[in-house]
């Protein structure tokens, strides 16, 4: 039901931005910053269902000094029955280098014509992605749709870049993930159109509005450094 984390070590609240909670590709939670008083953060509501094991990941945006260093401590979870045992459960020290990550910008891009209600493979969006500073290896992408169109009239989407295409799928929440698995490589310098597409329901007049929310939603790993690049925030509809 719910999670507590704590930020400890030599660094500081301000080396962490915000923080994220994921399922696999699939992100659970907004991004919610660091008590500046107690160095924690809880996230309630998460209603995540075990059966057997479950892996979630803590994710997180660094605005840090160099030399920090920071680790993660679980410091209380609440299931809806039964109990926890073994916390705390600390992760490992990780110190903030002096180097600059790569860069991958985003830009909307291309023409998309209005599809008809019940139209299968409908494009829904189109975008660029370019890599700065060093190669970028596109992992994982989250789409918000923020139109009218419910998330149960989107089914079937699958992104595509040249002749490589990935499936994906739409959480009740209306977002749409794809997990790339090993990724999609746009080495250093260069571009790569993407574009959106699925099959729709809905009623007449509904729209899709298909843009990313948070500067997680895009998992692009350097190939320099093996980190994830940044992304630029406030990204508009795509």
Do not use: C, H
């Amino acid at each position: 039901s719910s999670l507590v984390l704590k930020r400890l070590g030599a660094g500081a609240v301000g080396d962490i931005a915000n923080v994220y909670v994921y399922d696999g590709a699939v992100r659970l939670t907004s991004g919610k910053s660091l008590s500046a008083a107690t160095g924690t953060v809880t996230f309630s509501n998460l209603n995540v269902a075990v059966a057997g094991s479950k892996d979630l990941s803590i994710v997180a945006e660094l605005a840090g000094t160099a030399g920090n260093v920071n680790y993660f401590s679980l410091t209380d979870m609440t299931l809806s029955s039964g109990t926890v045992s073994g916390l705390p459960v600390n992760g490992n020290n990780l110190t903030i280098s002096g180097a600059t990550s790569g860069r991958l910008d985003v830009t909307k891009v291309g023409s998309i014509p209005n599809p008809n209600v019940g139209v299968k493979g409908a494009q829904l969006s189109e975008f660029k992605l370019t890599s700065v500073t060093e190669g970028a290896n596109v992992k994982r992408l989250t789409m918000l749709q923020g139109g009218t169109v419910k998330p149960s009239d989107m089914t079937n989407v699958k992104i595509k870049t040249g002749t490589t295409e990935w499936s994906g799928s739409v959480t009740s929440a209306g977002y749409v993930v794809f997990d790339m698995a090993s990724g999609f490589l746009i080495p250093k310098g260069e571009e790569a159109v993407f574009k959106v597409y699925g099959d729709l329901a809905g009623k007449k007049d509904e729209d899709v509005n298909l843009y990313f929310e948070n500067v997680s939603d895009i998992l692009a790993i350097g190939d320099q450094y093996g980190f994830g690049v940044a992304t630029p925030s406030g990204t508009t509809n795509q």
